[in-house]
């Protein structure tokens, strides 16, 4: 047989010629509709193979082209498409006389045989039999429902993939910046020890040397150059610790506000700060000094990227409500409301190829010696421990503009240690100081603590005895705090379920509440901050 086969891609093509003319047959090929039938009108064709979706001319509109007329409407046609895969889809190319349709990819032997079958039964047919589609009207208006539908799959499809690339993306940057902060933890704890002895012994050397000025000016220039090695690690030590700190309840355009009075001054006299606040409508949980650090390292990069020439800074708070569509694009966010804090500059952008990596621990694009590269690494690490989200705008010589989203707290819960009303606590820790300290905390707060230091006892108890909650350490050797967790609610599903942890920088906090914990108890923890955990905890 002589079959032309159409379709856009050359793949699709070449793999469709070798498979029928392995078997015999003569095979012509064109790339869409358009071409397609011009060689249909002089090619002499017994079968006609055709994609749907195609350039120029698609394979419906080829179908209602080729039945239009006399002579080629009586030359059998296959769609065989990989889009088009909706019964719907069948029944409309078939009403416009389509012989069959078969979706792709289709094993060889039965798209052969599916072949034979449709050349035969298309000899057999009474050629006034044909039906198909007569109204232009009726075809139109079909037409369009299949082609809005298929584009409306493929938005969908291609909404769906960037959005799993993107949350891909954040993932990977997330946990990069999990392993460098356990990194950077470690080395900036043996590096300080390290430089305190040799800041210790220059200070010896200078008192050593003062009848030798130029031994002591060698001493000065070793403690300076220590005390700059000490301001690294302090960042570094920020860094790696961004979640390790009790959090309290406090005011976003306030905290804001202290901390740029005292940098007005240091800001140079061409640049003009600009503060545009909403009234503090609901409290933030960060801890001590979380604000004022990012704020500092924000404006400080606002400067920077200004430079020596005027120019303006705009520090911005707002309430913000974050809706299920922005939350999937980032996955640090959650639907609900936010504090915002927005700081825009009109300095020189960040260049597309250094988007990617701005919070990347000691990525800079200042020149050498302007900065240490861990600023927004900084501020990154202290949103996630609040369990915020940041994001960045900017274009090239244009400015930048950082917004730092911070839950809002409902400003009615509780700001000081919280009062129990004799709720049952389970207090799981396997260090026993730590267990009785629990225990003699939740019993001051007013709570009936039950403290325990072996997973397997706890575990009988609650088969025997239900609890208003339980707080479980998450390293114990016999039975992890996750594991020990999936057992209770096994147990007794529902149960509420606090964690607690004294290394924050391996934890994620979303993910470790879609587990199903509802709070983070990050250790060392005073009462006031067990009392706060418990009650959120509760939900009293």
Request: glycine letters at 12%; proline letters at 3%; one cysteine or more.
């Given at each position: 047989m002589k079959i032309l086969c159409v379709d856009d891609r050359p793949e699709s093509l070449f793999l469709l010629g070798a498979l029928?003319?392995?078997?015999?047959?003569?095979?012509?090929?064109?790339?869409?509709?358009?071409?397609?039938?011009?060689?249909?009108?002089?090619?002499?064709?017994?079968?006609?193979?055709?994609d749907i979706l195609m350039p120029r001319m698609d394979g419906f509109q080829l179908c209602r082209e080729?039945?239009?007329?006399?002579?080629?409407?009586?030359?059998?046609l296959i769609f065989y498409t990989g889009t088009y895969t909706d019964s719907r889809d069948e029944s409309f190319a078939l009403s416009l006389g389509a012989d069959r349709f078969l979706v792709k990819p289709l094993d060889p032997s039965q798209l052969l045989a599916e072949i034979t079958r449709v050349v035969a039964e298309k000899a057999a047919r009474d050629p006034a039999a044909a039906g198909e589609i007569e109204d232009e009207a009726i075809y139109l208006k079909e037409y369009n429902a299949r082609l809005i539908a298929q584009l409306e799959t493929r938005m969908l499809d291609l909404e769906?993939?960037?959005?799993?690339?993107?949350?891909?993306?954040?993932?990977?940057?997330?946990?990069?910046?999990?392993?460098?902060?356990?990194?950077?933890?470690?080395?900036?704890?043996?590096?300080?020890?390290?430089?305190?002895?040799?800041?210790?012994?220059?200070?010896?050397?200078?008192?050593?040397?003062?009848?030798?000025?130029?031994?002591?000016?060698?001493?000065?220039?070793?403690?300076?150059?220590?005390?700059?090695g000490i301001d690294v690690l302090s960042h570094l030590l920020t860094f790696a610790r961004s979640g390790e700190a009790e959090r309290r309840l406090v005011g976003l355009a306030e905290q804001?506000?202290?901390?740029?009075?005292?940098?007005?001054?240091?800001?140079?006299?061409?640049i003009e700060l600009v503060t545009e606040f909403a009234a503090d409508a609901a409290p933030v949980?960060?801890?001590?000094?979380?604000i004022h650090a990012a704020v500092t390292q924000l404006v400080s990069n606002a400067s920077d990227a200004i430079g020596e020439k005027p120019g303006r800074i705009l520090v911005q708070t707002s309430l913000f409500g974050v809706d299920a569509a922005l939350a999937r694009s980032h996955p640090g966010l959650c639907?609900?409301?936010?504090?915002?804090?927005?700081?825009?500059?009109?300095?020189?952008?960040?260049?597309?190829?250094?988007?990617?990596?701005?919070?990347?621990?000691?990525?800079?694009?200042?020149?050498?010696?302007?900065?240490?590269?861990?600023?927004?690494?900084?501020?990154?690490?202290?949103?996630?421990a609040c369990e915020g989200a940041i994001t960045v705008e900017t274009q090239p010589e244009r400015g930048t503009t950082v917004h730092l989203f911070f839950p809002a707290v409902d400003k009615d819960a509780p700001a000081g240690a919280a009062v129990g009303r004799g709720q049952r606590v389970l207090f799981l820790d396997d260090e026993p100081v730590l267990a009785a300290l629990g225990e003699d905390y939740l019993t001051r707060l007013g709570f009936a603590p039950v403290a325990m230091g072996d997973p397997a006892l706890a575990l009988g108890y609650l088969r025997e005895n239900p609890c208003d909650l339980v707080i479980t350490d998450l390293n114990m050797p016999q039975l992890s705090g996750i594991d020990f967790a999936r057992e209770v609610w096994a147990i007794r599903p529902g149960t509420r379920v606090?964690?607690?942890?004294?290394?924050?920088?391996?934890?994620?906090?979303?993910?470790?509440?879609?587990?199903?914990f509802r709070e983070v108890l990050l250790k060392p923890y005073s009462i006031h901050g067990l009392g706060e955990c418990v009650v959120r905890a509760l939900g009293t």
């Open positions: 029928l003319r392995g078997h015999g047959h003569t095979v012509d090929t064109a790339s869409d509709g358009h071409e397609a039938l011009k060689l249909a009108e002089n090619g002499g064709y017994d079968l006609v193979i055709s080729l039945h239009r007329n006399e002579r080629l409407r009586q030359v059998p769906a993939a960037n959005q799993r690339l993107a949350a891909e993306a954040q993932l990977r940057q997330a946990q990069k910046l999990e392993s460098l902060a356990t990194l950077a933890g470690g080395i900036a704890h043996d590096f300080n020890n390290r430089l305190a002895g040799i800041t210790g012994f220059a200070h010896l050397g200078i008192e050593a040397a003062s009848d030798h000025p130029s031994s002591a000016a060698c001493f000065r220039a070793i403690l300076k150059a220590g005390r700059r804001t506000g202290i901390a740029l009075d005292q940098l007005r001054a240091t800001l140079p006299a061409w949980l960060v801890a001590e000094g979380q639907p609900g409301t936010y504090l915002r804090l927005s700081v825009t500059d009109s300095g020189t952008g960040i260049a597309p190829t250094a988007l990617g990596r701005i919070f990347d621990p000691f990525f800079t694009t200042k020149e050498f010696g302007r900065g240490t590269g861990l600023g927004l690494s900084i501020v990154h690490g202290i949103m996630q606090v964690l607690a942890t004294g290394f924050y920088a391996t934890l994620d906090a979303h993910r470790v509440r879609e587990m199903g």
